[in-house]
């Protein structure tokens, strides 16, 4: 009869744990991207809100392997292994980026619009180079994906559910524009190819 009574307690705290579970936790649907996406952005800028500082990107392109599937049970969906950023720096000062490592682009919660959900982009490590200047940034950054258009808005200022952030760090010079452990806010609208559909699978 205890042995019983252990059991019903088990599945009781089994089912209670998955009632308790956020409704995102799920899994995610991803259709139409053929196994590898290219993003293009012409208005990439990095601000610091501390100094007001503003550092731009003429071009920024993306791309990485993500493959259609109506099995990906965690928010980690697709990479982004190659990248190419063009005339980027401040306004008075041209910057080499580089950057380092594979980034994961994540698949983070629904929105109120079926069409549109939550997305992330973390691993992020950029090293900023120019004239009496050189930071690295690291961390992540919040977005929206859209199916309606395969829109990809980044946007470190907008909502956040998953709580990235993107800061700097090793900052030589920079004529205390940029601080260590200082703020980097990100937006950009990137444009997909090809655009796909992804849907939370509840």
Same mark, same amino acid.
């Given at each position: 009869?205890?042995?019983?009574?252990?059991?019903?307690?088990?599945?009781?705290?089994?089912?209670?744990?998955?009632?308790?579970?956020?409704?995102?936790? &799920? !899994?995610?649907?991803?259709?139409?991207?053929? !196994?590898?996406?290219? %993003?293009?952005?012409?208005?990439?800028?990095?601000? +610091?809100?501390?100094?007001?500082?503003?550092?731009?990107?003429?071009?920024?392109?993306? @791309? !990485? =392997?993500?493959?259609?599937?109506?099995?990906?049970?965690? =928010?980690?969906?697709? @990479?982004?292994?190659?990248?190419? $950023?063009?005339?980027?720096?401040? =306004?008075?000062?041209?910057? *080499?980026?580089?950057?380092?490592?594979?980034?994961? %682009?994540?698949? +983070? &919660?629904?929105? *109120?619009?079926?069409?549109? #959900?939550?997305?992330?982009?973390?691993?992020?490590? $950029? /090293?900023?180079? !120019?004239?009496?200047?050189?930071?690295? /940034? /690291?961390?992540?950054?919040?977005?929206?994906?859209? #199916?309606?258009?395969?829109? $990809?808005?980044?946007? @470190?200022?907008?909502?956040?559910?998953?709580?990235?952030?993107?800061?700097? @760090?090793?900052?030589?010079?920079?004529?205390?524009?940029?601080? #260590?452990?200082?703020? &980097? #806010?990100?937006?950009?609208?990137?444009?997909?190819?090809? =655009?796909?559909?992804?849907?939370?699978?509840?």
């Amino acid at each position: 009869m205890f042995k019983r009574l252990l059991t019903l307690a088990a599945g009781v705290a089994a089912a209670v744990a998955l009632t308790a579970s956020p409704a995102y936790a &799920a !899994g995610w649907t991803v259709s139409g991207a053929g !196994g590898w996406v290219t %993003y293009g952005s012409s208005d990439l800028t990095w601000t +610091v809100p501390a100094s007001g500082a503003r550092f731009t990107c003429a071009y920024h392109e993306m @791309s !990485g =392997p993500m493959d259609d599937t109506t099995s990906h049970p965690g =928010p980690d969906i697709g @990479s982004i292994t190659d990248q190419t $950023l063009t005339n980027c720096g401040l =306004p008075f000062s041209s910057f *080499a980026v580089t950057v380092v490592g594979q980034w994961r %682009y994540n698949a +983070v &919660a629904p929105t *109120a619009d079926p069409d549109v #959900n939550h997305v992330s982009i973390t691993g992020v490590h $950029l /090293i900023l180079s !120019g004239l009496g200047c050189t930071a690295t /940034i /690291i961390g992540g950054v919040p977005g929206r994906y859209d #199916n309606t258009d395969g829109t $990809l808005s980044l946007d @470190s200022a907008g909502s956040n559910p998953d709580g990235v952030g993107l800061t700097f @760090s090793n900052v030589q010079g920079c004529l205390g524009l940029i601080q #260590n452990g200082g703020v &980097a #806010n990100w937006t950009a609208r990137y444009a997909t190819d090809p =655009p796909y559909t992804l849907t939370h699978t509840p």
